[in-house]
């Protein structure tokens, strides 16, 4: 651990302790606020350390031309390199958050932001013992009374359905703080009676509660000025390594594909573990090719690497198949689309 007010010189890193040992360390000392993942990319191209320069040039981004946002930590970091020194006062930025609801996104975005410095002062949710629970996890506060919102907070997060934004917008006021729902279908408007103020700050990723280590989650942001913009954009860098401006259209778009993607697949392959119980098969022995068939998406396009009898036509398998599906009708006719499409998409 780099201690406070330790001197790190530059060019013996590398010779007690791994390179990416002492940027781990930085990267935490530096408040990770906007910073760290940008950071942590541009040290490493070619092997070359260009540290102060670079950290200068994050933080001037951050904090110089970003909007002001409240701080609390002021540290003096000094670095040597190439056999002078120079000391940087660097201010490290956090938000005080208000998060509305409790399901998968409001966990998600709970642990996030505590884990990178951010103080979650209140969670509200109109399930009492809900708001207790995630507000018991994160150090703060909880409400089950919108009434009783903490009326002090940088950012406001409606993690809430898109039912419930509809119903936020007709009972909750906030004048001009910022207001942002993280729904991917949901326009901008949606939230235009509860503030002048307001984005979105949409996770591109299926989450779940349950799961403890989130896989990067992409972001996409929108917002209804350029200030709320900064400060939402200085928000979602600290979290995430992948942050994207989006139009409300653009991001419904993008949500539609989410679900092709994953909703749609997910569904299949439960589809064929129902199968596999129902023949006393074991599911088991398809988690290879389930796991080549993602792998192999990281290095090829998709169109280039479709398989199956769908693709050459063999007719005579397909027909078996749909024999073995007659007693589902359902899934007989899932199995025809999908491989109509196929031959189609790739026949054009």
């Given at each position: 651990m ?62 110089k ?50 884990i ?114 900064r ?23 993008y ?45 090829y ?45 790739h026949?054009?």
């Amino acid at each position: 651990m780099v201690k406070d007010n330790e001197t790190i010189n530059i060019a013996n890193i590398g010779k007690k302790r791994p390179i990416a040992h002492y940027l781990g360390e930085m990267i935490f000392r530096l408040g990770r606020c906007g910073a760290g993942w940008q950071f942590w990319k541009r040290e490493l191209p070619g092997g070359q350390i260009h540290l102060v320069d670079t950290i200068v040039f994050i933080f001037g981004n951050v904090c110089k031309n970003g909007p002001p946002i409240k701080s609390r930590i002021l540290e003096k970091v000094i670095f040597l390199y190439g056999g002078w020194q120079t000391g940087i006062n660097l201010k490290l930025i956090t938000m005080d958050i208000v998060i509305v609801g409790t399901g998968n996104v409001a966990h998600c975005f709970g642990q996030l932001l505590k884990i990178h410095g951010h103080q979650v002062k209140q969670v509200v949710s109109r399930q009492l013992e809900h708001a207790r629970e995630l507000g018991e996890m994160l150090n703060a506060a909880y409400t089950n009374d919108l009434q009783d919102i903490n009326m002090d907070a940088d950012i406001y997060l409606l993690a809430v359905s898109d039912t419930a934004i509809s119903e936020l917008n007709d009972e909750l006021r906030l004048g001009k703080r910022i207001v942002t729902h993280t729904a991917g279908a949901v326009p901008l408007s949606a939230i235009s009676r509860i503030s002048s103020n307001t984005g979105v700050l949409y996770p591109l990723q299926s989450i779940r509660k349950e799961i403890k280590s989130y896989p990067p989650i992409p972001v996409m942001l929108e917002a209804s000025s350029d200030e709320v913009l900064r400060r939402l954009q200085a928000l979602a860098q600290s979290i995430s390594g992948s942050v994207t401006v989006t139009t409300s259209a653009q991001r419904l778009k993008y949500h539609l594909t989410a679900v092709l993607c994953n909703n749609f697949t997910n569904h299949l392959i439960a589809q064929a573990k129902a199968y596999c119980e129902a023949e006393q098969l074991d599911f088991n022995l398809l988690q290879p090719i389930i796991k080549e068939t993602f792998d192999r998406l990281e290095k090829y396009p998709p169109e280039t690497v479709q398989t199956g009898p769908a693709l050459r036509q063999d007719e005579a398998t397909m027909q078996l198949h749909r024999q073995l599906l007659a007693g589902n009708e359902y899934l007989q006719l899932v199995y025809q689309v999908m491989s109509d499409a196929i031959y189609q998409f790739h026949n054009k």
